[in-house]
């Protein structure tokens, strides 16, 4: 099995910072693209950012040169640097990881999400 553990989640003002690390355990061969996703109250799931294992990144563009994404591959660890947060970024995010096991399957894995909560 593979698990994904998200944290740094938390309630800040607007204008503040937090970083959000997910880190991938369990019976991993390779991890390729690793990325983060958000989820509103009453809204679809949506792409924050994404990092291929060739370290090529893509934002949505309401995060773009707000939020920065890197990875770790020694620690098999994602992160998300969120910077000049605003109310608009409250949702809960989730980390996705695109992983080839040991079985040689490939599998997409979600993390349990953690909150992010922006006040005005």
């Known amino acids: 099995q593979v698990q994904l553990v998200e944290s740094g989640g938390g309630l800040v003002q607007a204008g503040e910072s937090l970083r959000l690390s997910c880190t991938a355990s369990?019976?991993?061969?390779?991890?390729?693209?690793m990325g983060w996703y958000r989820q509103a109250p009453g809204k679809q799931r949506e792409l924050v950012a994404t990092?291929?294992?060739?370290?090529?990144?893509l934002y949505a563009d309401s995060v773009k040169d707000r939020f920065t994404i890197s990875r770790d591959n020694a620690k098999n660890t994602v992160y998300l640097q969120m910077n000049s947060l605003k109310p608009e970024d409250t949702a809960v995010y989730y980390c996705?990881?695109?992983?080839?096991?040991?079985?040689?399957?490939?599998?997409?894995?979600w993390g349990q999400g953690t909150q992010v909560t922006v006040s005005s």
């Open positions: 369990g019976r991993i061969n390779s991890i390729n693209a």
């Open positions: 996705n990881a695109d992983i080839m096991g040991w079985s040689g399957g490939r599998y997409e894995y």
């Open positions: 990092i291929t294992s060739g370290v090529r990144t």
